[in-house]
């Protein structure tokens, strides 16, 4: 059993001015599951869990910038740095950045969120000082030289071009867009063919010095480690970039929202000349820190979350009209969304809408089933420990977690929520999300007829 301590040691710096402030969050039995944090003069932030078991490690550094931080004119920037902060360094070749991971077996990789983005290695214990060198090297002293960023506009067009060919994973922005709009929160993390060739290597140098410092940055690593010799070895990396520019900074605090106007009734419609039409059906959710979302969890996981869930039962096992049928959430800083997705033929895209449209009706109106819940309940404890099995994982949660929220929590902690979910809760929080009025978003070949028909879903 773990719990939660707020025990607080300085630890001399090693330069006279500066002292480092070290916290254990959370206290593991015997060391296993224990969470510390560093908070380094310059502002930068060192989280760390501890699992003795294993023979690996993960280490990942965590930016406080995503999609939602661009202008219309930057849309795709921060993704596109992503990629060009593995192209080279002061110190390394974008060869060299590649095979020093490949060369230990290790796997390094990237991703860009709405609201932030991750850099990572994964690597056996006794490698964990080279993933942190690297990573932390691309992280403070990219070049971004024009001719790389010519190089990987290619690239990245590609990729854009790449989630075009997948109406399953592009109705998923055509959602974003349908109920946020013209808004950060509604443009493509990707960006669009435009805004990406409209984009120069300054624009993106200037960006990268923005929102790269420091006091923007988490670093976070879990596995077979040590916390001290973690924090030593990152501590030594950035200050051989220079990276501590102002030793007094303190870093920045977890990102609260700007009030995003959502929208209700609106219906979008790409036609694409596809096997399947692709629909999402969905509404406002709930913000990453309101308290009910522990309560929307678990009726996002009885209502579409798995194989025994209400949608599934019955679009697919009841009436086969469609292979794929989920519901999920997404929690961002002062917003959320719920959203449905189906695939399925065209021709049948209508009665698919019906039954998840009355589905979501009846749910709002008369709530879920006390064993519908206790099943939900179950299959959510289950699905969060079995999904932080591997240190990849847990560096993400606490990384994650140390940028969203600002605090830790421990496993037994998030079981002891869950569990707690009342009925009466997800009922409540039933009515409240389901009960509004939903908005469409559909790719796919459908007729005029067809089309025009679509209003009828959310009226």
Not at 118 to 137: E, G, K, N
Not at 324 to 338: E, I
Not at 443 to 448: N, V
């Amino acid at each position: 059993m773990t719990s939660r301590s707020s025990k607080v040691t300085a630890r001399p710096s090693s330069e006279a001015r500066a002292v480092a402030r070290t916290q254990t969050l959370i206290k593991g039995e015997n060391g296993i599951g224990t969470v510390r944090k560093t908070t380094l003069p310059g502002g930068l932030r060192i989280v760390t869990e501890t699992l003795p078991s294993v023979r690996s490690a993960t280490f990942g550094i965590w930016a406080h910038v995503g999609s939602r931080d661009e202008t219309p004119a930057l849309n795709g920037a921060t993704h596109y740095l992503e990629h060009l902060l593995f192209k080279g360094t002061r110190r390394r070749s974008a060869l060299d950045i590649s095979s020093a991971l490949d060369a230990v077996g290790g796997e390094m990789n990237a991703f860009t969120a709405k609201e932030y983005t991750c850099y990572y290695a994964r690597v056996l214990d006794a490698d964990l000082p080279l993933a942190i060198d690297v990573v932390s090297d691309m992280l403070t002293g990219s070049l971004i030289l024009e001719e790389d960023v010519n190089v990987e506009r290619g690239a990245i067009l590609e990729e854009i071009a790449m989630t075009e060919d997948d109406p399953g994973d592009c109705v998923h922005d055509l959602f974003a867009h349908t109920m946020f709009g013209d808004n950060a929160l509604g443009r493509p993390v990707l960006g669009t063919v435009d805004t990406v060739n409209a984009l120069t290597a300054d624009r993106i140098r200037r960006f990268y010095k923005k929102h790269y410092d420091p006091t923007h940055l988490v670093v976070a690593a879990a596995g077979n480690i040590d916390h001290n010799k973690v924090v030593r070895q990152v501590r030594a990396a950035f200050e051989k970039a220079g990276a501590f520019k102002e030793p007094d900074a303190t870093p920045i605090a977890p990102r609260d929202g700007r009030r995003t106007i959502r929208t209700a009734g609106r219906v979008e419609l790409i036609g694409r000349e596809t096997e399947q039409a692709h629909v999402v059906l969905g509404m406002p959710g709930l913000a990453r820190t309101d308290e009910r979302r522990w309560a929307l969890g678990v009726l996002n996981t009885a209502l579409g979350g798995g194989m025994s869930s209400r949608l599934f039962q019955e679009v697919r096992e009841k009436r086969g009209l469609a292979y794929s049928v989920y519901s999920y959430t997404s929690g961002f800083a002062d917003c959320g969304l719920f959203g449905v997705y189906a695939g399925c033929r065209p021709s049948q895209v209508h009665d698919v809408l019906k039954i998840c449209r009355d589905e979501l009706d009846t749910v709002a109106e008369h709530g879920l089933s006390d064993e519908e819940i206790g099943r939900a309940i179950g299959q959510l404890r289950g699905s969060t420990v079995l999904g932080l099995e591997d240190t990849g994982a847990l560096m993400n949660r606490i990384g994650k977690s140390e940028l969203c929220w600002g605090e830790q929590m421990s496993v037994d902690d998030m079981l002891t929520r869950i569990a707690a979910v009342t009925p009466d809760e997800v009922r409540e929080v039933a009515r409240d999300i389901l009960g509004q009025r939903p908005s469409l978003s559909v790719i796919g070949p459908l007729k005029d007829k067809q089309a025009s028909r679509l209003n009828e879903v959310v009226a």
